[in-house]
């Protein structure tokens, strides 16, 4: 093979590589155990806020349905400024009304970068929905 070609496969090569790099994100090992499927729907909402405060996105992968992984940007994403940052959140209260398929928790968290939020303490919630599985987030935010 002629050197100039060796040359340009390794650099798109090495070009492919730094692409996947850039656009997963950057925390890729859970580092607790999923809760069993028996777990309360608070046990599991507790467990998926201290994952988005931890960027357990793994975890954060396997408590929800469909997939929230808003606290988890890729590298890429992080380097050009978007680093959303859930700190910390408060007690978790139901929402009165919730039904047996489906669990409504209000409390606050504290965030910084965020868009389209101020950096801060604000109000939030979680849905979280009855599967196969256990209790699963199956949505998050204001309103």
Known sequence: MKPRK????????IAIAALVAALIP???????????????ARTVARAFLHAAERRDCP???ALSDPDDT???VSW???AL????RLLSHGRLEVVPGSGADE????????VRGVSGMEDGTDAWGLV???TSAGWRVSDEGTG
């Open 26 to 40: 950057t925390w890729i090992e859970s580092a607790a155990p999923v809760p069993p499927s028996n777990a309360s």
């Open 70 to 72: 808003r606290w988890c």
């Open 76 to 78: 890429l994403r992080n």
């Open 128 to 130: 979280l929905r009855s």
């Open 103 to 110: 669990t409504d928790f209000t409390f606050t968290i504290t």
């Open 6 to 13: 060796v040359a340009l496969i390794g650099a798109g090569g």
């Open 59 to 61: 975890m954060m992968r």
């Open 81 to 84: 400024g978007d680093d959303p």
